[in-house]
């Protein structure tokens, strides 16, 4: 039996999207004051920067927590099993921090461009140790969502104090990258004592590497080769154009993946409970948690979509100030490349991990990461941030097709021609709501704020009127507690 099944999924979902949400306001407060004091030169130091530390953020992390989480699935409901493999993964991940601690301190000291950078890369690797003691993997195995949301709510609540303090004039770059590493990684530091709850973690030379290195290593590249097409854009531009460019696209790509970690944390709480069905050939439940995630996926994703499509001219001016309004453009390719991706994080998190397929995702990785760069090199000269946004669609897309093709023979899907032509509707009333406001109303503020809550309000009447299953069930659970509340 297992006892965290009686952990709603779906306040796990609610909690770890709320927890996502936090990601997005942090940004929504701090980036636009540092945008326009630091302005986008600085602003692109930072990212460039921070472009170059992610890369040994994923050595040390060697991709232990994805797979922590899905192997650790299996020892919760046995305290000492669990106790035993998280000492270990532990230990690896100790080995690796160390590991890249060292290789990123060789890469600045022997590469001159990088080394004009070192005050901001210092700052930045500080997220490696915080990644390591922070054990995020251990409270998604046993769900404990409500700690992780409320310490990052804490933590949030302290980094945007310290930004406003200590960020008040265009050379306050390094306080800047400071607070956004206390913002991403401060609250990792105090997890590894409330771990402590579920099992005791030590050091273990005993690491039974038989066991666990081949996954971690599959995983690991395929995080890298991700990452790959995620970062190397920013990094790219960097080199190939330059700093303000850099700026530039970084508005763009931060709000898409502020809406695409959104839209992930509906699906991630998933994998552990995932994990068990299949352990336990259950595939009646398998099933219908899967075909439940799959619709409210869709039902979420594509509105998203269209309303930043819609709002992108908008957004990154009311973000950055009127001078970043040349990543509008940005925005709305990669509003198109949020569809592949969200969808891609479907399959890999519902049926290739769970199946132990994480081969098929390394490989449609590495294609997407290759494709990525070889464009890259041709187009960035000639099209800067607006190419990188267009690589960066065209490797999302390559990554769905390659997944769904091996997934979909795991998975039923059961999408009903009334759901598909509810949410198609829904969509068209979005840009239909968008081009009326702006072409009767002015005022960026008034503009923005009418065509998200009336495109939302369209959106859902329109659901409602064709009585689109899956909204109706979620309308009808919202109603039922508001029922039992009072």
Not at 1 to 9: A, H, L, Q
Not at 314 to 327: E, M, Q, R
Request: charged share 15%; proline share 1%.
């Amino acid at each position: 039996m297992d006892k965290y099944k009686s952990k709603s999924i779906q306040l796990n979902a609610i909690l770890n999207g709320f927890k996502t949400i936090l990601t997005i306001i942090f940004p929504l407060i701090t980036y636009p004051y540092a945008a326009r004091l630091l302005g986008a030169a600085n602003i692109g130091k930072v990212d460039f920067s921070n472009s170059i530390v992610s890369y040994f953020v994923l050595i040390a992390g060697l991709g232990i927590a994805t797979y922590a989480v899905r192997e650790g699935a299996y020892f919760r409901n046995d305290d000492e099993k669990l106790s035993r493999f998280s000492s270990e993964v532990f230990s690896i991940n100790v080995i690796s921090t160390i590991l890249a601690l060292i290789l990123l301190a060789l890469f600045v000291v022997f590469f001159k461009r990088i080394n004009t950078y070192s005050d901001l890369i210092l700052i930045q690797s500080i997220m490696i140790i915080g990644n390591l003691v922070g054990v995020n993997w251990l409270f998604s195995i046993v769900e404990d969502y409500l700690y992780i949301t409320v310490r990052t709510l804490i933590v949030y609540i302290l980094a945007i104090i310290l930004m406003f303090v200590f960020v008040r004039n265009k050379d306050d770059y390094l306080f800047y990258a400071a607070t956004t590493v206390i913002a991403n990684a401060g609250a990792n530091f105090f997890s590894f004592f409330h771990a402590r709850k579920y099992v005791k973690i030590r050091f273990t030379l005993h690491l039974n590497l038989n066991y666990h290195i081949k996954p971690i290593m599959i995983l690991f590249l395929t995080t890298i080769t991700a990452t790959i097409y995620v970062n190397s854009d920013k990094t790219l531009i960097g080199l190939i154009n330059g700093d303000y460019y850099v700026g530039l696209y970084s508005i763009a790509v931060n709000v898409y993946t502020i809406l695409k970690n959104t839209l992930a944390a509906v699906i991630l709480v998933a994998l552990p409970r995932m994990t068990s069905f299949i352990a336990r050939g259950d595939a009646e439940e398998y099933h219908m948690l899967s075909d439940k995630l799959l619709k409210v996926t869709i039902l979420l994703l594509f509105p998203i979509v269209c309303g930043i499509i819609v709002t992108a001219p908008h957004v990154v001016v009311l973000i950055g100030g009127i001078k970043y309004a040349d990543a509008s453009l940005s925005l709305q390719i990669l509003s198109l490349s949020l569809i592949f991706a969200t969808l891609a994080i479907y399959f890999t998190n519902v049926v290739l991990l769970p199946y132990k397929l994480e081969k098929v995702n390394l490989v449609a990785s590495a294609i997407s990461a290759i494709v990525n760069i070889v464009i890259n090199l041709f187009i960035l000269k000639y099209f800067q941030q607006n190419g990188a946004a267009v690589t960066t669609l065209i490797a999302e897309f390559l990554m769905f097709i390659i997944e769904y093709y091996y997934a979909k023979r795991y998975i039923k899907f059961n999408l009903s021609k009334r759901f598909i032509t509810s949410i198609l509707l829904g969509c068209i009333s979005i840009f239909i709501v968008g081009y009326i406001i702006s072409t009767f109303f002015k005022g960026m503020f008034v503009v923005l704020f009418l065509e998200i809550v009336l495109g939302a309000i369209s959106y859902g009447l329109i659901l409602l009127v064709l009585k689109n299953e899956m909204f109706m069930a979620m309308l009808n659970v919202v109603l039922d507690k508001l029922k039992v509340s009072h």
